[in-house]
């Protein structure tokens, strides 16, 4: 049985590899199919599935929206229309705010005598611009040792040069990918930390506005877990999906397609999410 690879960061947003790069891995480890869903942009996604026509690699379109809900909480969406007009306005809108907060903090940190250009990050990094690059700007001007090391010292909340950012409403998330054609699915449930009532609550909150999947194998997550988010969305009625997370060499624990190593997600369960997805159908 194929397996695929349904939760994938490339250099679009804050992963390493590019997005044909991404699809060539995964033709050589024999997945079937893969979606690129990077933070807050579907910019890498018309790449990776031209490389995955040429390789017969399936190139699911994706995305992996930071939502608001008292906490954050990470949306993902596939099978979206990346050229829908109210996909596109709304991912311009979160750019727009991320790069208005990203200039406020490299301003921050040039006052202090660190030398950082945000245009040129714009150049370096591409779209969608967040934290973790500033973590490898840090480490490269000598003032972190490792990504993490430079969130615990300068920019995690409560830090010198944290500032929050505008985020869409978890509401609105689910709807725009709705909007959009795609299948809207809760990520990895566990990293929330909530009692099982308060996830209860949760997806059906999400439900309440359009939610139809939950991720339900996750690179973090054991059996155990994996069967009871699975006996949930069952419940509920969601569609299962799964996925590594994988950052390339932004979090080099996390493999393509297997996570930590024990990641399995069939090739079987892309057929019901295609199923749900309006983009992909004949519109009149
Ligand atoms: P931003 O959206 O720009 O505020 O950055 C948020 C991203 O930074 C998250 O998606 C995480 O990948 C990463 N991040 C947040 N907190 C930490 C942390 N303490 N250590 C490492 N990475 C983090
Ligand atoms: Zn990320
Ligand atoms: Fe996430
Ligand atoms: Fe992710």
Redesign the pocket.
Known sequence: MKQIDLHIHSSAS?GTDSPAEVVRKAGALDLAAVAITD?DTVAGCAEAAAEGQKLGVEAVSGVEL?SRYGRTIHILGYYLRTNSPVLTRTLDRIISERDERNRKMARMMAADGIAIDYDEMKSRFGSSI???HFGRVLVEQGLAES??DA?DRYI?KGQRYYLP?WMLSIERSVEVIREAGGVPVLAHPFQYKLEESALRQLIEHCMDHGLLGMECRYSLYDEEQSQYLLALAKEYGLVPTGGSDYHGANKPHLALGSGTGQLCVPAAWLEPLRALATSTKMRP
């Open positions: 804050d933070h930071t967040g934290r973790p990504v993490q969130f995690e950012r």
